[in-house]
């Protein structure tokens, strides 16, 4: 079976002061039909720039440099405006993090779910209304007629955000890309939230690609999991074995640094120093300044992707030492 | 515990509506209302809540940062609310907050070194200039900066190190009550543990005291010696920390506590989605506030606002399940 999105080598850079420099660097990851994958990864890392890249919304100074976006084997990278604008929206929905700003404050609500509707499938303004009202009735709003008539402003956050997944859910879309959908929610509203996402998910068949740093909201929502460091795929597999077995030094720090409410840990266990900056990226592994088990190869060469078992696969010279599987 | 710096007791904050022309009062915003707490010498009082619930307003009424309504506020014993402007002044030496915003709460245009000056200069302490880079270089070591740095601008640091120089501000003054108004909800995971564990250790070292008010549940769990839990305004639920997260006993705690995703693919365990969202606290619902979302909503709690009551000892919760 092929994959629904495969992503290979994506290389993804800005325009600075400093001429272009890569945001994101050979990121390959593939996501297959009915699959929740999660991103995971801290600010920086390149988890959103990953998304936008696939969806073609990159701003004017961001390029797309190298490797290829396929999605149902179609090639997206280099497709023009109007085409990848029948993808947009279509095939491919996006949910933002950000429910307070990523609705027109001046469009009625039931206007702005209709409008994908009225672009990709023609729908005159009356069916796209009525499409509408029943949208806001499968996420969830109560009184959906007569909020299809109100402004986003009239709306609580949570509310929003169920409103942006109606808008996302429109066309049917066979992947949801979701960058950080619950991250300006409060916890019981994020419960209904990721909720309603797994309720449509199961309802549709659709994928879902979550954009996330929340670990709790990966281990609960996701099938597979791609931690992302400094712009960098630095370990990918199943969510269970991510959390039972992580490999990469980064993904045990992470996992180790969160507070856990079932115990009682009277410290955490953290990781030191910060994100290298994009400027002066380190020759060899991205980590390695912040690695409890970095050695002078780590310093100079960069490990490729290693693989630990079959579908789990780690960034890291210590796969290879231990004589794992390569 | 020890005897209680701080005593908080029935703390209102109202914020008034005004409408027309005249500007005239046409209601209240409840947005701390009522709410009750000690903090021992060297514990952690941690302060839980959704957005909106009162609980930074509660932070800010207590050091007088904005003026509570009414209620009492004992320092040390001494109400605080009945102190003229240049005594409180006084007493905001002994009690100092940490801001959650690290990009917003320093000033931009200062370096680290007059950041850290300031309060020692306000409070007329370490007068040469000597004595005051000796402390500025003995505060950043503290709080894990090098000294070598105190002459740059905050934005040559990362989030994780500006809270730390916020810390550092606070501490400047030698305080013993510190309030930390959600100081690591901007910070990421990694850099979140280096602050929590720095703030643990500065309290060991120091015996300070911490009021620790954020909406994450396990941070403030993992900080806190004992915590109350608010809702519109109010602390529903307060004890323990470790005795309220096994067996929370007011259902919005429960349902807060069960909407926390837990970082374990395999863990399963009963989920209670609450229904709505929060009522506005400038026209909070009649009797018991949670009510409208309550999933074991009785009559009585349609008319009757529940009583606030120590169930255990040290244990209180206000709901009519428990009467």
């Given at each position: 079976?092929?994959?629904l ?10 325009l600075?002061?400093s ?6 660097e ?6 297959e039909k ?9 600010s ?6 990953t ?5 073609q919304l990159l701003?004017?100074?961001g ?5 290829s976006?396929l999605f ?5 990278v ?5 085409s990848m ?6 095939d491919?929905a ?5 429910p307070?700003t990523s609705?027109?404050?001046v ?6 779910i ?7 499938r023609?729908?005159n303004?009356?069916?796209?209304k ?7 009735k ?5 009184r ?14 949570g509310m929003r ?13 066979k ?16 419960a209904?939230i ?6 449509l ?7 879902i690609?979550l954009?996330?740093?929340d ?5 609960e929502?996701?099938d597979r ?17 991510i959390?039972?077995?992580p490999?990469?030094p980064y993904?045990?720090?992470?996992l ?10 009277q410290r ?9 900056s ?6 060899g592994?991205?980590f390695?300044?912040?690695?409890p088990h970095?050695t002078q190869r ?7 992707l290693l693989?630990v078992?079959?579908?789990h696969?780690?960034?890291?010279w210590l796969v290879?030492e231990k004589g794992v599987a390569v | 515990?020890?005897?209680a710096?701080?005593q908080?007791r029935n703390?209102?904050k109202?914020f008034p ?9 046409s209601?209240?915003?409840?947005a701390?209302d009522?709410?009750?707490f000690?903090?021992?010498a060297?514990?952690t009082?941690g ?5 909106g619930c ?11 940062l ?6 009492q506020?004992l320092?040390g ?5 009945k102190l003229?402007k240049?005594?409180?002044r006084l007493?905001r ?5 940490v801001f959650?915003?690290p990009?917003?709460?320093l000033?931009?245009?200062y370096?680290?070194?007059?950041i850290?000056e300031?309060?020692m200069i306000?409070?007329?302490l370490?007068?040469?200039p000597?004595e ?6 003995e505060?950043?070591e ?5 000294a ?5 601008y905050?934005?040559e ?5 500006r809270?730390?120089?916020g810390?550092?501000?606070a501490?400047?003054?030698?305080p013993?009550l ?5 100081p ?16 643990d250790?500065l309290?060991k070292?120091?015996n300070?005291?911490y009021?620790?008010i ?10 806190s ?5 608010m809702?519109?305004?109010q ?6 920390s ?7 006993l007011?259902p ?7 909407a926390?995703p ?9 989920r209670?989605?609450l229904?709505g969202?929060?009522?506005?606290p400038a026209n ?5 506030y ?12 349609r008319?009757?606002?529940p ?9 209180f ?7």
């Amino acid at each position: 079976m092929s994959a629904l999105l495969e992503v290979s080598g994506l290389t993804t850079s800005f325009l600075t002061a400093s001429g272009y420099l890569p945001a994101i660097e050979d990121v390959n990851f593939a996501i297959e039909k009915g699959e929740t994958l999660g991103i995971v990864g801290e600010s920086g890392c390149g988890k959103s720039v990953t998304s936008l890249s696939i969806m073609q919304l990159l701003s004017s100074n961001g390029k797309i440099q190298k490797g290829s976006i396929l999605f149902e084997g179609k090639q997206l990278v280099g497709l023009k405006d109007t085409s990848m604008r029948k993808i947009r929206g279509n095939d491919i929905a996006m949910i933002f993090q950000e429910p307070m700003t990523s609705l027109n404050p001046v469009h009625k609500i039931g206007k702005q779910i209709g409008e994908s509707l009225r672009i990709h499938r023609g729908l005159n303004k009356e069916q796209s209304k009525q499409k509408a009202v029943d949208l806001l009735k499968l996420v969830g709003i109560p009184r959906a007629e007569d909020i299809a008539d109100e402004y986003p402003h009239r709306l609580s956050g949570g509310m929003r955000q169920r409103v942006m997944i109606a808008i996302a859910m429109a066309c049917d879309p066979k992947l949801l890309i979701a960058d950080e959908p619950t991250t300006a929610l409060d916890v019981t509203i994020q419960a209904q939230i990721l909720d309603l996402m797994r309720k449509l998910k199961a309802e549709r068949e659709m994928s879902i690609m979550l954009i996330t740093h929340d670990l709790g909201v990966v281990a609960e929502m996701c099938d597979r999991v791609v931690v992302m460091y400094a712009g960098k795929v630095v370990e990918q597999g199943a969510v269970r074995d991510i959390f039972r077995k992580p490999t990469h030094p980064y993904t045990i720090g992470l996992l180790s640094s969160i507070p856990r409410l079932e115990d009682r840990q009277q410290r955490l266990s953290s990781i030191p120093g910060n994100v290298p900056s994009i400027e002066v990226m380190p020759a060899g592994c991205r980590f390695a300044s912040r690695c409890p088990h970095a050695t002078q190869r780590c310093a100079d060469d960069e490990p490729s992707l290693l693989s630990v078992t079959d579908n789990h696969q780690a960034r890291c010279w210590l796969v290879d030492e231990k004589g794992v599987a390569v | 515990m020890s005897e209680a710096l701080l005593q908080v007791r029935n703390l209102k904050k109202h914020f008034p509506i005004r409408k027309g022309v005249m500007r005239r009062i046409s209601g209240q915003v409840r947005a701390v209302d009522g709410v009750s707490f000690e903090v021992g010498a060297g514990e952690t009082f941690g302060l839980v809540g959704e957005s909106g619930c009162g609980k930074s307003t509660a932070g800010r009424s207590i050091l007088r940062l904005i003026e509570p309504t009414a209620g009492q506020i004992l320092f040390g014993g001494k109400d605080i609310r009945k102190l003229r402007k240049g005594q409180m002044r006084l007493m905001r030496r002994e009690m100092q907050i940490v801001f959650q915003d690290p990009y917003a709460s320093l000033n931009p245009r200062y370096t680290v070194r007059q950041i850290l000056e300031e309060p020692m200069i306000i409070h007329s302490l370490f007068r040469s200039p000597a004595e005051r880079q000796k402390r500025v270089a003995e505060l950043l070591e503290t709080v894990g900066l090098s000294a070598s740095r105190m002459d740059r601008y905050p934005h040559e640091f990362s989030g994780g190190q500006r809270q730390r120089i916020g810390i550092a501000r606070a501490l400047a003054v030698d305080p013993k009550l510190i309030i930390a108004d959600e100081p690591v909800s901007a910070l990421d995971v990694s850099v979140q543990s280096q602050v929590l564990n720095l703030l643990d250790d500065l309290q060991k070292q120091l015996n300070l005291s911490y009021v620790f008010i954020a909406h994450d549940l396990s941070v403030v769990k993992h900080i806190s010696d004992r915590i109350g839990v608010m809702y519109l305004g109010q602390i529903v639920e307060l004890g323990e920390s470790d005795q309220l997260y096994e067996n929370p006993l007011h259902p919005y705690t429960q349902a807060l506590l069960s909407a926390v995703p837990i970082p374990d693919p395999e863990a399963r365990r009963e989920r209670i989605i609450l229904q709505g969202d929060l009522p506005s606290p400038a026209n909070p619902p009649k009797g018991c506030y949670f009510h409208p979302r309550c999933k074991d909503c009785m009559e009585v709690c349609r008319t009757q606002a529940p009583e606030w009551k120590e169930v255990k000892p040290g244990r209180f919760v206000a709901c009519h399940l428990y009467d």
